[in-house]
T-cell receptor, first 116, second 115 residues
Framework: DSGVTQTPKHLITATGQRVTLRCSPRSGDLSVYWYQQSLDQGLQFLIQYYNGEERAKGNILERFSAQQFPDLHSELNLSSLELGDSALYFC???????????????FGEGSRLTVL | AQTVTQSQPEMSVQEAETVTLSCTYD???????LFWYKQPPSRQMILVIR??????QNATENRFSVNFQKAAKSFSLKISDSQLGDTAMYFCAFSVETSGSRLTFGEGTQLTVNP
């Protein structure tokens, strides 16, 4: 158990809909990262938050947004869903301060999104 | 931009034998970190081993060891005495100090350990 909690574990929805994925980082971790893993592909970095502020952005679509709340949990919002958005969405947290890349990332179990 | 390349999409090995997974990376940074993550069928991402670029000594964790060649920008993973539970997708990953632990992943190598 990594200590990172993601909900829901599975989600099936239709094209055009909007969903919210939730992540609770490990206790004490200030950094949260979101990654997307499409079928049989590697993990693509979407966005990083550190202590409530956006720290870095990757290849995140404009239809997607995220935020980190004062209690450090994070939500990834996916809107106007398309078939190609079907993927496993991972949240990870890190013990490292946002400006130091010395720590490993601790991954949640992922949220599997299926868009029909 | 940093890139990570895993040139072996699939590999197989017999139980108890040794296998080496390859990884190369490209960066202009001098201080960085390299990782191997394992993703079994459960899809959980599990850290296998980590290497700091400033350390010349290769990292080892039980049956797992790396061959880190900084000049060649190569970071291979050796699994000794392979076990059935080692069957998984293995991802090489990279982060730099200035990116705040953000990892860049390779495309992965699917390793199958055969009985």
């Amino acid at each position: 158990d990594s200590g990172v909690t993601q909900t829901p574990k599975h989600l099936i929805t239709a094209t055009g809909q909007r969903v919210t994925l939730r992540c609770s980082p490990r206790s004490g971790d200030l950094s949260v990262y979101w990654y997307q893993q499409s079928l049989d592909q590697g993990l693509q970095f979407l966005i990083q938050y550190y202590n409530g502020e956006e720290r870095a952005k990757g290849n995140i679509l404009e239809r997607f947004s995220a935020q980190q709340f004062p209690d450090l949990h994070s939500e990834l919002n996916l809107s106007s869903l398309e078939l190609g958005d079907s993927a496993l969405y991972f949240c990870a947290s890190s013990a490292s301060p946002g400006t130091s890349g010395t720590g490993e990332l601790f991954f949640g179990e992922g949220s599997r999104l299926t868009v029909l | 931009a940093q890139t990570v390349t895993q040139s072996q999409p699939e590999m197989s090995v017999q139980e108890a034998e040794t296998v080496t997974l390859s990884c190369t990376y490209d960066t202009s940074e001098n201080n960085y970190y390299l990782f191997w993550y394992k993703q079994p069928p459960s899809r959980q991402m599990i850290l296998v081993i980590r290497q700091e670029a400033y350390k010349q000594q290769n990292a080892t964790e039980n049956r797992f060891s790396v061959n880190f060649q900084k000049a060649a920008k190569s970071f291979s993973l050796k699994i000794s005495d392979s076990q059935l539970g080692d069957t998984a997708m293995y991802f090489c990953a990279f982060s730099v100090e200035t990116s705040g632990s953000r990892l860049t992943f390779g495309e992965g190598t699917q390793l199958t350990v055969n009985p």
